[in-house]
């Protein structure tokens, strides 16, 4: 079956850089946009910003000109790459993909998937 695997969180202070992955893998036909949302403790999870497999990039307005989006299409890979964090980018980021792929029971589907949550902490 598809799964999403994200990686790179961790402890990060005022002004300091981290660059989170989320690789899809399993019985793929296409992986399409690709994205990541966070959720900050006791809040809703929120849009970050996504990419189409063409490198079109959208973001939410708050991350922009600090969070860079890529993808590798032959990894089925995409990277978030966080600079300038601030304490309010603290929250879990999942990253979600719309994939066409096979589905239980064997048959194909396409649906979006989502990652388990990697978390980002700060320092004081």
């Known amino acids: 079956q598809v799964q999403l695997v994200e990686s790179g969180g961790g402890l990060v202070q005022f002004g300091g850089s981290l660059r989170l992955s989320c690789a899809a893998s399993g019985n793929i036909f296409k992986v399409y946009t690709m994205g990541w949302y966070f959720q900050a403790p006791g809040k809703q999870r929120e849009y970050v910003g996504d990419?189409?497999?063409?490198?079109?990039?959208n973001y939410r307005d708050s991350v922009k000109g600090r969070f860079t989006l890529s993808r590798d299409n032959l990894r089925n890979t995409v990277y978030l790459q966080m600079d300038s964090l601030k304490p309010e980018d603290a929250a879990t980021y999942y990253c979600?993909?719309?994939?066409?792929?096979?589905?239980?029971?064997?048959?194909?589907?396409?649906?979006?998937?989502w990652g388990q949550g990697t978390q980002v902490f700060f320092s004081s």
């Open positions: 979600y993909a719309d994939i066409d792929g096979v589905v239980e029971g064997g048959r194909p589907a396409r649906r979006d998937y």
């Open positions: 990419i189409t497999s063409y490198g079109t990039t």
